[in-house]
């Protein structure tokens, strides 16, 4: 009781001598800012914010609205760089405009196109044959939405005492960035922290025609023309992506692959995301190489290419998509004038913990060297630094089993290790592979193609066969292998997965269900159904 009333007083006299209570206690450095706190001051005495972020995207974003929830005050600087086609688009970064957002609706827009050929079989009343797409309908439906969250986030930016200012910047020390206002005018910004979010930008291979002619994931969703017969080069989770919701949405679409497909995931999960575009109707083009793109009189572009022979070739598209990476905009911000440690090979930060070797700047989201480009990593990065920054927090980013999904027309969620790299790790003799084929229950009436319905589980056999990775080809991937990858951050072991109750009839219960081992050599094949 005197301790509460010891509180009161506390309180009552803080809100009536608020003054006394700013510099020098709350200077920036971690302080344990509680949701009540009174602002830094370090921006009174020496900074005009506590943290400048530069780069309003998914971390960047994330980064700016935690730390003024602990009493900081905070500019973002966000500002986009038209697109060698110039395209441009509005705050919220690569997500929101021009990746896994636009990118989710049209590749649902390109589901929706194969459910109404399958809704025939289910007895709705319907000609297929006369359902098309309207590409301006799409476009403008997605860039609609785009436009609506580039506005909530502007709103929720001011709502939140968060600094919006669309210039871009650089660095003149390691406290000052310079802002390159729209109108070409300079001017000067300080702070105590710079948080680098600048995220990247797609790569052009080098060879005649790209930059001129070719689009890229900047371009295609906000395309004024249907793209028509389209090349797209490259063979990671973009090229995959835009041939496979293209080629959805009844546009003919030709992937080409230089050496592998999704280099880095599980191979064979990826060979049967091959094989199932291919049964889809996508051309694949493999171990191929663009040499020349050319513009023809009629508008059309012809692509000069080499085929895994060798040999010289060519073919005509409307339209080519460079899906061939990513580049860091870290170059742009000048870094050797605080002497920012980049990867030289990528131009990426050498960061431990987001911080850089520049102890006031720090570096979250696609700009890290290392680490999976993906909107989720960057947020919760840039929450976790902030947290470390203004409210005394040491909880660290764990960037170990983080689940992704590639959302090819049959999604590919997974968790974890691939089986090859759990091979290198632990050695095939100290792993076990669980594998299964399964049909989904709706494939069943529209006599859907179900070769490529598989998953597989990959447990060591010691330690209690704890999960090392979990794989799933199917409906919904994203949606099932969520769930699966909090359950592998509370140690999943394979007994436990088996002793849980699946949810029937769904897709996700296969997990629960799968017994067969790669090493036994028997069938994985289907079960039946309800027994
Ligand atoms: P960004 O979101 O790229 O934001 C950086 C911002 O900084 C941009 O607005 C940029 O214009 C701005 N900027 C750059 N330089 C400066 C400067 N000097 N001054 C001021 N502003 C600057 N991830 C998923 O998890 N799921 C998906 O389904 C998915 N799909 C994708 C689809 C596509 C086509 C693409 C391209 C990406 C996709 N991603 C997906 C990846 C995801 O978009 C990125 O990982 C995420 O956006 C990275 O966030 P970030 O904060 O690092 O950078
Ligand atoms: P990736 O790095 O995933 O793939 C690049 C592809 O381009 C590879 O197949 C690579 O082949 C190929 N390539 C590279 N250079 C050339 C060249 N000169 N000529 C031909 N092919 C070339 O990049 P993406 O652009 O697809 O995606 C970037 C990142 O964005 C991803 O890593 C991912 O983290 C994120 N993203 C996430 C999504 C999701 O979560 N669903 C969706 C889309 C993007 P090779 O193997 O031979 O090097």
């Known amino acids: 009781m005197a301790m509460l009333t010891l509180l009161t007083k506390l309180v009552s006299f803080r809100s009536a001598h608020a003054k006394l209570f700013e510099y020098p206690w709350s200077r920036c450095n971690a302080i344990p800012y509680g949701r009540t706190a009174m602002a830094c001051m370090c921006t009174e005495h020496k900074f005009m914010y506590d943290l400048i972020v530069l780069g309003g995207g998914s971390g960047g974003l994330a980064a700016a609205k935690e730390a003024v929830n602990y009493g900081a005050k905070v500019a973002v600087f966000d500002f986009v760089s038209p697109s060698p086609q110039g395209t441009s688009w509005g705050l919220g970064g690569t997500c929101v405009n021009v990746g896994c957002i636009p990118k989710k609706l049209m590749h649902q827009a390109a589901l929706l196109g194969e459910a109404i050929h399958e809704s025939a079989a289910y007895g709705w009343q319907i000609d297929p044959e006369t359902v098309k797409i309207s590409w301006e309908a799409l476009r403008t439906a997605v860039q609609n939405h785009v436009k609506s969250v580039n506005w909530v986030t502007r709103v929720e930016l001011r709502t939140k005492k968060v600094e919006y200012i669309n210039a871009l910047g650089y660095f003149k020390d390691k406290h000052t960035i310079m802002g390159v206002m729209k109108t070409g005018q300079e001017k000067e910004f300080t702070a105590q922290h710079i948080l680098i979010a600048v995220g990247g930008r797609p790569r052009y291979p080098n060879i005649p025609g790209a930059l001129e002619y070719a689009i890229t994931s900047d371009d295609i969703f906000s395309l004024e023309k249907p793209p028509g017969k389209t090349l797209v080069i490259g063979a990671g989770y973009i090229g995959l992506e835009c041939?496979?919701?293209?080629?959805?949405?009844?546009?003919?679409?030709?992937?080409?692959?230089?050496?592998?497909?999704?280099?880095?995931?599980?191979?064979?999960?990826?060979?049967?995301?091959?094989?199932?575009?291919?049964?889809?109707?996508?051309?694949?083009?493999?171990?191929?190489?663009?040499?020349?793109?050319?513009?023809?009189?009629?508008?059309?572009?012809?692509?000069?290419?080499?085929?895994?022979?060798?040999?010289?070739?060519?073919?005509?598209?409307?339209?080519?998509?460079?899906?061939?990476?990513?580049?860091?905009?870290?170059?742009?911000?000048?870094?050797?004038?605080?002497?920012?440690?980049?990867?030289?090979?990528?131009?990426?930060?050498?960061?431990?913990?987001?911080?850089?070797?520049?102890?006031?700047?720090?570096?979250?989201?696609?700009?890290?060297?290392?680490?999976?480009?993906?909107?989720?990593?960057?947020?919760?990065?840039?929450?976790?630094?902030?947290?470390?920054?203004?409210?005394?927090?040491?909880?660290?980013?764990?960037?170990?089993?983080?689940?992704?999904?590639?959302?090819?027309?049959?999604?590919?969620?997974?968790?974890?290790?691939?089986?090859?790299?759990?091979?290198?790790?632990?050695?095939?003799?100290?792993?076990?592979?669980?594998?299964?084929?399964?049909?989904?229950?709706?494939?069943?009436?529209?006599?859907?193609?179900?070769?490529?319905?598989?998953?597989?589980?990959?447990?060591?056999?010691?330690?209690?066969?704890?999960?090392?990775?979990?794989?799933?080809?199917?409906?919904?991937?994203?949606?099932?292998?969520?769930?699966?990858?909090?359950?592998?951050?509370?140690?999943?072991?394979?007994?436990?997965?088996?002793?849980?109750?699946?949810?029937?009839?769904?897709?996700?219960?296969?997990?629960?269900?799968?017994?067969?081992?790669?090493?036994?050599?028997?069938?994985?094949?289907?079960?039946?159904?309800?027994?």
Request: proline letters at 5%.
């Open 243 to 531: 041939a496979g919701f293209l080629n959805g949405l009844g546009f003919e679409a030709t992937l080409m692959v230089r050496s592998i497909i999704l280099r880095g995931f599980d191979h064979h999960m990826a060979n049967s995301i091959a094989d199932d575009m291919q049964k889809r109707g996508v051309k694949i083009l493999f171990e191929a190489q663009a040499t020349k793109i050319e513009k023809q009189k009629d508008g059309r572009l012809l692509v000069h290419y080499k085929n895994k022979d060798g040999q010289a070739l060519t073919d005509t598209f409307d339209t080519v998509l460079i899906a061939v990476g990513r580049r860091p905009l870290t170059r742009e911000l000048k870094p050797e004038n605080i002497g920012l440690k980049l990867i030289p090979e990528t131009d990426k930060v050498d960061a431990v913990n987001e911080e850089s070797n520049v102890p006031n700047v720090y570096a979250v989201g696609d700009v890290l060297s290392g680490k999976p480009e993906l909107t989720p990593v960057a947020i919760h990065a840039g929450r976790l630094l902030a947290r470390r920054l203004f409210a005394n927090s040491t909880e660290q980013m764990d960037y170990v089993n983080v689940a992704t999904t590639v959302f090819s027309p049959l999604e590919y969620g997974c968790v974890g290790l691939s089986e090859d790299d759990a091979i290198i790790q632990y050695g095939e003799d100290r792993i076990e592979v669980y594998h299964a084929y399964y049909k989904p229950t709706e494939f069943f009436i529209p006599q859907k193609d179900v070769t490529n319905c598989y998953l597989k589980v990959i447990a060591l056999r010691e330690d209690d066969e704890r999960v090392l990775g979990m794989h799933f080809l199917g409906p919904n991937a994203g949606e099932v292998i969520q769930g699966f990858a909090a359950a592998m951050k509370c140690n999943l072991t394979f007994p436990k997965l088996k002793s849980t109750v699946g949810i029937h009839p769904t897709v996700a219960e296969e997990f629960t269900r799968v017994s067969v081992t790669k090493r036994s050599g028997l069938d994985p094949k289907p079960q039946s159904c309800c027994s």
